[in-house]
């Protein structure tokens, strides 16, 4: 993880640099495979950490916000051909990069900060053919948000009454529209710019650790240590060294 911050995104070049630097603290350290194996074996201390450097107890606000972004295995063509981690991903479509993949979907709902980055209190990991409604359905007791603000895929919940805060997003069109009239785009760019910050949030996560980029994982255990080692980092950085975005 400490190479994962110093902007070592690669394993290999995690591996080559701590070989070169970090070797009096690592006096031990194996070929490049056997410390591939050993990470692997570690792939679920890293679920943990990242609940460690996540925050706990009540929101900090009343309001939350919601959305989701890929880890790509294989994209376009090859998607079709690629075995990796297949109790883990599936082939599924990002509409905001037109890009069909196979991978999974990072899914988090946390407070939202105006002025600074949103604060995560729920992450998730699903296939990338998963829907994020339902994700957060299944969730949604738990939330203590009174508001919560997401994009069109969250749609339909914001006419639900069973949850236990009202989700707004922005106004879709109907078929055969053409344009939103006057009142549904100033409320969709209302919606638009509380949420935006969740989507600053992942651009910043993909800028500090390349989670997006995962075409060189090979098996399932391998994709939790790519996942969750790169997001407990992240957490680590936002959570513990506020100051740090």
């Known amino acids: 993880m400490c190479g994962i911050l110093d902007g070592k995104c690669q394993i290999k070049t995690l ?14 350290l194996p070929s490049y495979g056997g410390f591939v194996q050993r990470l692997n074996r570690l792939a679920d201390v890293f679920p943990a950490l990242l609940e ?74 699903t296939a990338a053919n998963l829907n994020d409604g339902p994700v957060l359905e299944q969730i949604a007791p738990s ?15 914001s006419r639900q009454t069973s ?26 760019t209302a919606v638009s710019r509380v949420r935006q910050p969740i989507e600053a949030l992942f651009n910043w996560i993909q800028a500090k650790t390349g989670i997006e980029a995962a075409s060189k994982v090979r098996s399932s255990r391998g994709l939790l240590v790519h996942v969750f ?6 957490m680590f950085l936002l959570n513990q060294w506020p100051d740090s975005p």
């Open 15 to 28: 591996y080559e640099h701590a070989r070169r630097y970090w070797r009096d603290w690592f006096p031990h």
């Open 52 to 125: 460690r450097w996540s925050p706990a107890g009540a929101p900090a606000t009343p309001i939350g916000v919601a959305d989701s972004f890929k880890v790509v295995l294989a994209q376009q063509a090859r998607r079709y051909t690629a075995k990796v981690a297949k109790d883990l991903a599936a082939s599924g479509y990002c509409p905001t990069k037109k890009l069909y993949y196979h991978g999974v979907k990072i899914h988090v709902i946390g407070d939202e900060r105006p002025g600074t980055l949103p604060r995560p209190r729920y992450i998730a990991l």
């Open 143 to 157: 939330l203590g948000y009174r508001n919560l603000f997401a994009d069109k895929a969250y749609e339909y919940l």
């Open 163 to 188: 949850l236990p805060f009202t989700v707004f997003t922005p106004v879709r069109k109907t078929p055969g529209q053409a344009h939103l009239d006057a009142a549904d785009r100033l409320y969709s």
């Open 229 to 234: 080692g790169r997001l407990a980092a992240a």
